[in-house]
């Protein structure tokens, strides 16, 4: 059986990839009632700060912070403590970290855990969406595929116990083999028929990404440059539906 109105809009979180307060205001209003996850990335966070996602919260919003930390496990254990503090949804780092990076921000968040906190989907970005077969073997200097590279930090983030990672949809069907149907795939890289693609390198469609079994699929500009953001976002909730 399809998906419901509401499944669909659950499973879309919108990218409110502004520079300012006012942009995403504009944005949230033009799709009240929706209900979708709001995505808080580096743009909107380094320009509004942590009281933007405090009053995103306090609205009602489910929220992605994409914050993509990569640090040092000391420091990453302290900034997974204060974004638990938030009360944020979800929340990432790197998994080029390494495994003990991934591990202190689950001690993070415990920490945090014990001040009332509640506790976050913690995540772990793979591969940008935005690299390709040629920028991974010829600029990273990684090997191989890219969906194998993928698997690699996806199984490297179970093991850190993380509770899933971001990677393309692409890649959804062969992380969920390796890692289980409850490690989630959070997956950009999403770009309705004959969507500009910009900076995406491997993509799909919304349709192709619930078929290939994505639990959350991050979507910025096909909604948010659409000349109404309102029916681009309804458009896709009703291609999932129809999936
Ligand atoms: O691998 C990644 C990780 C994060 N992103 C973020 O998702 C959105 C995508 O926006 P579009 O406008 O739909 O391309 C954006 O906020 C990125 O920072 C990603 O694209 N790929």
Do not use: W
């Not at 659950?10 to 944005?27: F, Q, T």
């Not at 966070?45 to 930390?69: C, Q």
């Not at 940008?128 to 930090?153: C, F, H, W």
Request: charged letters at 20%; glycine letters at 10%.
């Amino acid at each position: 059986m399809g998906l419901t109105y509401e499944q669909a809009a659950g499973r879309i979180m919108v990218a409110l990839d502004y520079p300012e307060a006012a942009g995403a205001e504009k944005l949230l209003r033009e799709l009240e009632g929706v209900p979708c996850y709001m995505k808080v990335g580096m743009q909107l966070y380094y320009s509004a700060g942590p009281a933007f996602v405090t009053a995103l919260k306090e609205r009602g919003y489910s929220v992605f912070l994409d914050l993509k930390m990569h640090d040092i496990p000391n420091t990453v254990k302290g900034g997974a403590n204060s974004i638990t503090k938030l009360g944020v949804d979800v929340f990432n780092v790197h998994a080029a970290g390494g495994r003990a990076m991934m591990e202190a921000a689950l001690e993070g968040v415990d920490a945090a855990l014990t001040a009332g906190a509640k506790r976050p989907s913690v995540i772990a970005v793979t591969q940008l969406t935005s690299t390709s077969q040629a920028v991974l073997n010829d600029e990273i200097g990684i090997a191989g595929p890219v969906d194998k590279a993928v698997l690699r930090y996806a199984r490297l983030a179970l093991e850190a116990g993380l509770n899933g990672v971001v990677a393309s949809p692409q890649e959804v069907v062969a992380i969920k083999a390796a890692c289980g149907s409850a490690f989630q795939t959070i997956t950009p890289g999403i770009r309705p028929a004959g969507a500009d693609i910009g900076d995406q390198s491997r993509i799909m469609t919304p349709a192709q990404a619930i078929a290939a079994g994505t639990d959350y699929m991050v979507i910025g500009r096909p909604i948010t440059a659409a000349p109404s953001p309102r029916e681009a976002l309804e458009s896709i909730i009703k291609e999932l539906m129809e999936v």
